[in-house]
């Protein structure tokens, strides 16, 4: 009885510790390719390899004359940061206003936000562009952060309108008879109470700002502007030579902030998805 | 009551955007050259400093390299600042496509064999004006020129002129123990050649399918063209003949099967014959430097085979990349004046080598051969050979090219699999290849 449980435990953990390999594979393979000499990388695709090198991470970093992968990490993290900020502050508001005041037309405007969500980006794409050029606004991280200063991001406005319609009204009503006003209960009541969501917010704003590739490429003309997805792409032409060994040097080091944050804070992911759904 | 407070806070919103919007024209107006570039050119357009935007894709070495030039054409025009805007492949032209929506676009643009699609959708400039005086092109391959002239206006400067050819792994002829052909081989040898060193080799194929510019070359050999003076100048029966031809060939083994075929990928470190599943593949030779350095076997270019019939190879110089003008550039003299500096200047496209293919200027072009390394002699000598050979014209893409070629590789997959017989997919592919050309060639009217 007692071995045959153990029996069966380790098979199951064998098994998921294989499936794992089998999921990581693409992963660990860029990882070792960054370390391979260039010409090696695609001749010989084996995970293993006789001859190491840090040539890679050498060339990579220093991209062209005296711009280097650092000035990517800072702009990116400039962005990433300004719309993680923007998006909590303003997606909060925005969605306090749905869930707790009452307004005309606020299920017009709810439909109207949400119809946002499923507008192709594709739609909106020239219009905005003429905007932020008319604006003077080109070539720098306006486009890409003030949007965020005005909670655009709708898909987070509904999340925290689920969460905040879970928060018993009870507690509002409390508030008010101890004379909170609109914006007290939001700062002293709501928010305190929404650290779940607050968190699965700004995650999701960080992945998703630190991995956007076309809104950045389109916004951001010179090289000293660029982020790091551009970056990674200036080392690719697909019809001519590409340095693949920069590429992957690079990209295992801009793996590094992105996996920090989200094994730092992947409970908290969970916890905010997870309670949005059950009260929602 | 509420709808004044609404109504106040639209106002500060906009007035917000406003402020916003000034704030940062003047913030900007050192880094974003763009519109201090307009304003001086508009107030005054005699020897000011001005702004050029050049925009290209490339890899890394492309941008080492055009930096570099760029940087020597300030230190001697000091009135002219240039703003370089390279990225990769990936995004470059729906960036541009935006840009060009919007009135934006750089000044200098890098264009691939689609240059006839931005030509006909009126965003370039015509460079007539400055041929012979700021732009000088009586060195130019003639076809090379022919290739950016449209409706008798010139367009573009070719940057680098390749050629396609056949990619050859000597190392793998060697291990199967098979003499390599001469340079003069037909197809009958070819269909010979692939299944001996498919059963010779243990699980490589003789040949990767040469698609569409294989297609191209096929039908120059039989003075037949893709797309010539406004018209396809094919049959149907020349698409069933092509596709029956690799059909046998894959039933001889010598082409590589459908599963490692359909897998294949066109970028070059990953391609079939860096990857030795194939030991021949169709490339442009301005790709060779990219496919050798991705490996350590032993390459070398072949002209196509030779149709026995005709006696013709069917090859033909092509431009690789242009450098063009944006229509309403400020600086259209200037932008010329750039251009011939990148194309003629000796110094200049020593800096540039082959990296987009050899020079299109032939002076500029010998002075490079006699001081070329190892992999660039090979691509010039292969250049030299084409040129001297070359019985063909250079055919230009034809409009819709994406979508054509997105076309014919549909249909070889169609083949593969065997979901229709060759006559029927190829009757098939002509016909909508007819209603894409009609559909593109009606756009522009």
Request: glycine share 6%; charged share 20%.
């Amino acid at each position: 009885m007692d071995t045959s449980t153990k029996l069966s435990r380790t098979l199951t953990h064998v098994f998921i510790i294989l499936f794992g390999l089998i999921m990581l594979y693409p992963v660990l393979w860029m990882v070792s390719s960054s370390f391979k000499p260039e010409s090696l990388i695609f001749s010989t695709p084996s995970i293993f390899s006789d001859t190491w090198t840090l040539e890679n991470y050498k060339n990579g970093w220093q991209v062209v004359r005296d711009v280097t992968f650092g000035l990517f990490f800072k702009n990116s993290f400039l962005i990433s940061a300004i719309a993680v900020v923007a998006n909590l502050i303003t997606c909060s508001m925005a969605a306090y206003a749905f869930a707790r005041l009452r307004f005309p037309l606020k299920k017009l405007w709810f439909a109207c936000m949400l119809m946002t969500i499923m507008l192709p980006a594709h739609a909106t794409l020239i219009p905005q562009y003429t905007i932020f050029h008319e604006l003077g606004w080109i070539n720098s991280i306006l486009p890409l952060t003030v949007p965020k200063l005005l909670a655009t991001d709708a898909f987070f406005i509904f999340l925290m309108v689920q969460f905040f319609r879970g928060i018993p009204k009870e507690l509002d009503e409390s508030a008010i008879m101890d004379g909170c006003g609109i914006f007290q209960i939001y700062t002293k009541i709501i928010l305190p109470l929404s650290v779940p969501v607050l968190i699965t917010t700004s995650i999701f704003t960080f992945i998703w700002t630190w991995d956007d590739f076309f809104s950045q490429i389109l916004y951001l003309n010179t090289v000293d502007q660029f982020t790091v997805p551009l970056g990674l792409r200036l080392f690719l032409d697909s019809q001519g030579q590409s340095s693949w060994g920069s590429v992957f040097a690079m990209s295992v080091i801009s793996l590094v902030p992105i996996t920090t944050v989200f094994f730092i804070f992947q409970r908290y992911i969970v916890e905010g998805i997870a309670t949005t759904g059950i009260k929602g | 009551m509420r709808k004044t407070l609404l109504f106040v806070l639209m106002l500060l919103l906009t007035a917000f955007l406003v402020a916003c919007g000034s704030d940062s024209d003047d913030a900007a107006s050192d880094s974003n050259s763009e519109s201090s570039g307009k304003e001086t050119a508009s107030q005054d357009s005699s020897e000011d400093e001005i702004t050029l935007r050049v925009a290209w894709w490339g890899g890394q070495e492309r941008h080492d390299r055009t930096l570099q030039v760029i940087e020597m054409y300030e230190e001697q025009n000091p009135h002219v600042t240039i703003e370089p805007e390279y990225s990769g492949f990936d995004g470059y032209f729906d960036k541009l496509n935006t840009q060009l929506a919007a009135g934006n676009a750089p000044d200098v643009i890098q264009f691939g064999g689609n240059l006839n699609d931005f030509v006909l959708r009126d965003v370039i400039l015509p460079l007539d004006d400055f041929v012979g005086n700021e732009l000088d092109i009586s060195l130019h391959d003639e076809s090379m020129i022919d290739s950016a002239t449209f409706d008798e206006s010139f367009y573009g400067v070719t940057l680098g002129t390749t050629a396609w050819g056949v990619l050859i792994n000597k190392t793998l002829f060697e291990e199967a123990g098979i003499a390599m052909p001469s340079k003069e081989w037909t197809w009958e040898e070819f269909q010979e050649l692939t299944p001996q060193l498919t059963e010779n080799l243990d699980g490589t194929y003789g040949a990767g399918d040469f698609r569409e510019d294989g297609f191209g070359v096929f039908l120059a050999q039989r003075d037949k063209f893709t797309y010539k003076d406004g018209e396809v100048q094919f049959e149907p029966e020349d698409v069933k003949d092509w596709f029956n031809l690799w059909k046998d060939l894959r039933e001889s083994g010598g082409a590589a099967i459908p599963e490692v075929q359909v897998a294949a990928s066109q970028t070059p470190e990953q391609s079939l014959i860096v990857q030795r599943d194939v030991v021949m593949e169709s490339i442009a030779s301005n790709q060779y430097s990219a496919y050798t350095g991705a490996t350590e076997d032993e390459f070398e270019l072949y002209p196509f085979p030779y149709n026995s019939e005709t006696g013709k190879n069917g090859i033909s110089l092509r431009p690789s990349q242009y450098f063009a003008v944006y229509k309403d550039s400020p600086h259209a003299a200037e932008a010329a004046k750039f251009l011939d500096f990148f194309v003629n200047n000796t110094e200049a496209t020593e800096v540039l080598g082959n990296e987009r293919g050899a020079p299109v200027n032939s002076e500029v072009r010998d002075n490079l051969i006699a001081n070329a390394n190892e992999t660039d002699a090979a691509i010039y000598d292969y250049i030299s050979l084409i040129s001297e050979t070359s019985d063909a014209p250079f055919i230009p893409n034809m409009p819709g090219y994406n979508e054509n070629t997105q076309l014919f590789t549909e249909t070889s997959q169609i083949i593969y699999y065997d979901q229709k017989t060759v006559d029927q997919a190829a009757e098939d592919y002509y016909e909508e290849l007819l209603q894409n050309i009609e559909k593109y060639v009606n756009e522009e009217e």
